[in-house]
């Protein structure tokens, strides 16, 4: 139900910008997040909004280089991604959660996902 695009192959410095949406579902009323995954390796938390775009929440891995917005009308999700880095390169997903728990780190909070994107980051 939850579908990411915008991902690629940039280099070092450059910006992408994700989008989430759906076509189904409304998600206005959730929070939504973005985590990301390389191979071998879990899930790792990215960046959440809270339902109504008021709160924001950024891992430090990316805190002041990426920016999450939402447009409820649009019911998307966007991931701005700026000065990105070779250890950004994993496949990212969005995620919903319906109960907008405060453990917004943890994937297990979350219900929704969607298909990923792969965005890769050369040196």
């Known amino acids: 139900q939850l579908q990411a695009s915008g991902g690629g192959l940039v ?3 450059d910006s992408l910008r994700l989008s ?3 076509s189904g579902r409304t998600f206005s ?3 939504l997040g ?3 995954q390389v191979p071998g ?3 790792e938390f990215v960046a959440a909004i809270s339902w109504g775009g008021g709160s924001t ?3 430090d891995s990316v805190k002041g280089r990426f920016t999450i917005s939402r ?3 649009k019911n998307t999700v966007y991931l701005q991604m700026n000065l990105l880095k070779p ?3 994993a496949v990212y997903y969005c995620a919903a959660d319906r109960y907008n728990s405060r453990t917004y780190e943890s994937e297990y909070e979350y219900d929704y996902w969607g298909r990923g994107t792969q965005v890769t980051v050369s040196s």
């Open 41 to 43: 390796k879990g899930r």
């Open 57 to 59: 929440y950024y891992a």
């Open 87 to 89: 250890e950004d390169t």
């Open 20 to 22: 989430c949406s759906s």
């Open 71 to 73: 447009n409820n009308a």
């Open 11 to 13: 280099q070092a410095g």
């Open 29 to 31: 009323t959730y929070n």
């Open 34 to 36: 973005w985590f990301r």
